[in-house]
């Protein structure tokens, strides 16, 4: 998800099974950091947790961040079970932005939060007391701690919001997640009204969907949509009046074509699911476009076009 956010390329195009992180973030990746770097832009990357995790550190460098802060900006911040809280987290946020040496200079923050990473049996609790209660005729106490932590990722989300809204400077936060947790399969099944091994390839989907929500502090258009992530950081760029590189242009224009690529399948903008292999032409022929220029930013040597 962080791939395909920063960089705008579909895992759907990609080797089955392969990991991005590992393979296709070289030196001097064009990216959201990148674009955002050259215009005027400063942009800095917070994770949580040691830098090596999911190679964040290489990554992050071959992107072309100016700062990463990792594990070791965070000591003796307050913690949820072994994880540090997202309230403490978007505390570093604020505080980062308040330490700027020049108020006027232009910053972009990607930050990858920590408290909610699984697993939610008993053990992991270390004293967190869950509170929030299901209904259902089975305990899921996974299901339970799961939920808590988001209502207190919750409770941090509207301490950031709040005090942004009380900062002059025009700013934008975006907050999304990556994939659903791994819980009860039992509480799954409630959930999806079935078993998840019985769900046909549409019904599927919805299994890989994840919120998000774009907020600023000056007034903007009220809008909901559903998009996939390789085309949210562009979306993200536009909204926020950056000059977009014509690869970026290329994913808005796809967007109104095909907003959700998901996973087998894909969605069109009148919200038609087709599967990989039963695509109408057209939709086949804007895929192929799609991976001419993926194969051009990750795999082409001699004869790469800028």
């Known amino acids: 998800s962080e791939f395909e956010f920063l960089i705008g390329d579909s895992m759907y195009l990609m080797p089955r099974g392969s990991v991005a992180y590992q393979f296709y973030v070289n030196p001097g990746v064009r990216s959201m950091v990148s674009t955002v770097r050259d215009q005027g832009y400063t942009p800095v990357a917070m994770h949580p ?18 700062d990463f802060m990792d594990i070791s900006a ?9 994880y540090i ?5 978007f505390k570093l946020i604020t505080e980062y932005v308040e330490k700027k ?20 049996s008993q053990s992991t609790l270390k004293g967190y007391e869950p509170d929030v209660k299901l ?7 996974e299901a339970q701690t799961y939920l808590s932590l988001a209502r207190e990722s919750d409770k941090a989300f509207q301490n950031l919001v709040e005090y942004f809204e009380k900062v002059d400077e025009p700013t934008m936060i975006v907050m999304f997640g990556d994939h659903w947790p791994k819980l009860e399969e039992g509480f ?22 994840t919120p998000y929500v774009i907020w ?33 242009q290329f994913l808005m224009k796809l967007k109104k074509q095909l907003p959700v690529i998901g996973v087998g399948a ?11 292999e039963d695509l109408p032409d057209n939709y086949r022929q804007f895929l192929s476009d799609y991976n001419i220029l993926e194969y051009n930013n990750q795999f082409e040597k001699k004869d790469v076009i800028e």
Not at 49 to 66: D, L, Q, T, V
Not at 135 to 141: L, M, Q
């Open 85 to 89: 809280s997202d309230l403490s987290d």
């Open 49 to 66: 947790y040691p830098a090596e995790n999911w190679n964040r550190r290489i990554c992050y460098n071959n992107m072309g961040f100016s």
């Open 74 to 82: 965070y000591e003796g911040r307050d913690e949820l079970r072994n």
């Open 216 to 248: 600023t502090n000056y007034s903007s258009e009220t809008a909901e949509e559903d998009i996939s992530a390789n085309y949210l950081g562009s979306y993200v760029l536009f909204k926020a009046g950056i000059s977009l590189p014509f690869y970026n």
């Open 266 to 276: 894909v969605c069109d903008q009148e919200g038609n699911w087709y599967a990989s």
């Open 135 to 141: 209904n259902y005729e089975t305990e899921y106490p």
């Open 101 to 120: 040496a020049n108020p006027d200079d232009k910053l972009f923050l990607f930050n990858v939060t920590m408290q909610n990473h699984g697993g939610y």
């Open 188 to 209: 799954l099944a409630e959930v999806l009204g079935k078993d998840r091994e019985k769900l046909d390839l549409f019904e599927s989907q919805v299994t890989y969907t």
